[in-house]
């Protein structure tokens, strides 16, 4: 089992993430859906990683941008990240469930991923 203080564990979770948003972008039909769940999630995992390699609590949220003003907070030089926080945290329940919204176009599954790879880069360079 993962330990939730360990940044390492976090990150772990959100490589996996990443690689399902990989396989998911190589299929014939692509699902933007869970290709924009997943690049919540990975964002959302990193956001928690750089918290608990500061010693914080890990809030049990999907909000990235409360996420963030934590981290920031906490010390880390994340607030460049915001505007991609605020893409992506909508992903987190919107997408789940038939009806609460429309599908996503490839146009906003691209922006969503290119999202969450830029939060990955800039998280894995604030860690200690």
């Known amino acids: 089992m993962s330990n939730p203080d360990d940044p390492q564990s976090w990150i772990a979770k959100a490589e996996s993430d990443l690689l399902n948003i990989r ?3 190589s ?3 692509v699902p ?3 290709v924009c769940f997943h690049a919540q999630q990975a964002a959302e995992k990193m956001l928690k990683a750089v918290l608990a390699s500061r010693g914080q609590t890990v809030s049990r949220t999907h909000d990235l941008v409360a996420l963030l003003a934590e981290a920031v907070a906490a010390g880390a030089p994340l607030e460049a990240l915001e505007a991609d926080c605020r893409l992506l945290t909508p992903y987190a329940i919107m997408l789940r469930y038939p009806g609460v919204t429309g599908e996503p176009s490839e146009q906003e599954g691209r922006d969503a991923v290119a999202a969450a790879e830029r939060i ?3 998280v894995q360079a604030a860690l200690p």
């Open 23 to 25: 396989n998911n972008l």
């Open 32 to 34: 933007w859906d869970t």
């Open 27 to 29: 299929a014939e039909h």
């Open 120 to 122: 990955y880069d800039r």
